[in-house]
């Protein structure tokens, strides 16, 4: 069996990790407390920005980022629908309203020309998603950003490391969020995230925001949340980082090769804008015989999943935000499939998943 993705770690790693919480067990320092703030320091470095905070998770790295920034109560904030769902639950949970705009056709990115249909007095934020760890078109949407004094929020969840002309994803707005989520290109052992920003009082704010709004021991000055990336975590993505960018050449290798050899196939690819480097969080597939093509995989031992087989503003809980058709999103939400993409997956076992999709094709 061909997993989708695998979470298993070289020993020499495992080992350094397990020392590493042992220390951290020892030290009786659990929040709030020297690892983390030494993995913050190191994660600032890699993407090249002056802050980085720790916080419970992705989800509360959005939120914390849009709260501090002001955006809350009635605001609209420009998105996509075609993103984890979480994107949206983000901006709901601060009383904001999202206002779901379609994607580039090749790039699966916000358009921005259906954003700029989009936008009124009310829209104080624009959040784009590097989806799959693909970044979107930074320079139109800061051009578009700067013409309406709308926030940019970078929704880097997915993209780790990603680059767009030579600039680290989550580098480039007024601040950017990511998530340690277990299965991310840089992945926690639970819940872990991160907001990255160039701006000091935004770091200032989401540090107390984080810690339940307080500005001294039991006294709370503002209404915060209860979200802090654990000692734990931190010593475990502080030595993991050490082997992101090492991981994440590997799978632009297995990308480069699925591309290369599937090209002649009627497939839909992921593409990137010039000038960006896409980490391949997920390699994703398209075509309308998704749902057979997954069955046939299945029974050659080979997993796939579909991400994202519903459109968000389609959903029930974010059906009253829906206006418009978003016809884009909605026909690559019944195509996409995700085949097998992890820094381990072996090139002989990406022969057999590249050999198994060719066989379905030409034999049908």
């Known amino acids: 069996m061909i997993p989708l993705l695998d979470l298993t770690l070289d020993k020499k790693l495992l080992d350094k990790i397990t020392k590493e919480i042992t220390r951290v067990v020892d030290s009786k320092s659990y929040i709030l407390g020297a690892k983390l703030e030494s993995f913050e320091k190191k994660f600032a470095k890699f993407i090249r920005v002056k802050y980085a905070i720790g916080v419970g998770n992705g989800t509360d790295a959005l939120r914390l980022a849009l709260r501090a920034l002001g955006i809350g109560q009635g605001d609209k904030v420009l998105t996509v629908s075609l993103t984890s769902p979480f994107t949206a639950i983000a901006i709901v949970e601060e009383g904001a309203i999202p206002v779901f705009c379609d994607v580039d056709e090749k790039t699966w990115t916000i358009d921005i020309a259906d954003a700029k249909k989009k936008i009124d007095k009310k829209t104080k934020a624009i959040i784009p998603v590097h989806l799959f760890g693909n970044p979107c078109d930074m320079d139109s949407i800061l051009k578009f950003a700067k013409e309406n004094n709308l926030k940019v929020i970078e929704d880097a969840c997915q993209a780790h490391g990603a680059k767009y002309k030579g600039k680290m994803i989550g580098s480039f707005g007024d601040a950017a969020a990511f998530s ?13 995230g991160m907001v990255t920003t160039n701006n000091s009082k935004v770091t200032k704010m989401i540090k107390l925001l984080r810690h339940g709004g307080q500005t001294k021991r039991f006294w709370h000055q503002f209404k915060g949340i209860n979200s802090r990336l654990d000692e734990i975590q931190a010593a475990i993505l502080e ?65 796939s999943d579909i991400y994202y087989p519903y459109p968000v503003h389609m959903q029930r809980a974010f059906k009253k935000y829906a206006k418009g058709d978003l016809r884009i999103t909605r026909r690559l939400t019944k195509e996409f499939l995700a085949i097998p993409m992890y820094p381990s997956l072996t090139f002989k076992n990406q022969k057999k998943v590249i050999r198994s999709i060719r066989k379905f094709f030409e034999n049908r």
Do not use: C
């Not at 340690?180 to 639970?190: E, R, V």
């Not at 699925?258 to 980490?279: A, M, R, W």
């Open 239 to 303: 030595l993991k980082l050490e082997e992101l960018e090492k991981n994440n050449k590997k799978r632009q290798l297995l990308a480069k090769k699925y591309q290369k050899e599937l090209q002649d196939l009627p497939l839909k690819f992921q593409q990137n804008f010039e000038g960006t480097n896409s980490i391949y969080h997920l390699f994703v597939i398209g075509t309308p015989r998704r749902n057979a093509l997954k069955k046939f995989l299945a029974a050659e031992g080979i997993v």
């Open 180 to 192: 340690f989520y277990p299965t991310k290109n840089l992945g926690a052992f639970g819940d872990a």
